[in-house]
Nanobody, 124 residues
Framework: QVQLVESGGGSVQAGGSLRLSCVAS????????LGWFRQAPGKAREFVAT????????DYADSVKGRFTISKDNAKNTVTLQMNRLQPEDTALYYC?????????????????WGQGTRVTVSS
């Protein structure tokens, strides 16, 4: 089991940037693949991005591809999400998640441990 704590959320204007961080503790971080998901008000939680155990492979939702970058630092037990060119539709509660068992990494079912979330608000 791994404990995850997100930070870096806030309020920005459209076109701005934010960098989310997620620090892990409690288990071997390098054994986990990590993902970011988000939940907008009144909507279901959705996949944003995922990174492999070693950090060398990434995948993104079409809505954020080219604007967001996920990275993993096993030495620092940290995964980050650099978000550029933010739009109002990116407004959501962003969650960090860790998985170890495989499966579709765009699905919540592939992840076993979740953080509490950090809120991002983008105004037009």
């Amino acid at each position: 089991q791994v404990q995850l704590v997100e930070s870096g959320g806030g309020s920005v204007q459209a076109g701005g940037s934010l960098r989310l961080s997620c620090v892990a503790s409690g288990s071997t971080f390098s054994s986990y693949y990590l993902g970011w998901f988000r939940q907008a008000p009144g909507k279901a939680r959705e996949f944003v991005a995922t990174v492999s155990r070693g950090g060398g492979s990434t995948d993104y939702a079409d809505s954020v591809k080219g604007r967001f970058t996920i990275s993993k630092d096993n030495a620092k037990n940290t995964v980050t999400l650099q978000m550029n060119r933010l739009q109002p539709e990116d407004t959501a509660l962003y969650y960090c998640a860790a998985g170890i068992g495989g499966g579709d990494r765009r699905s919540e079912r592939a992840y076993v441990d979740w953080g509490q979330g950090t809120r991002v608000t983008v105004s037009s």
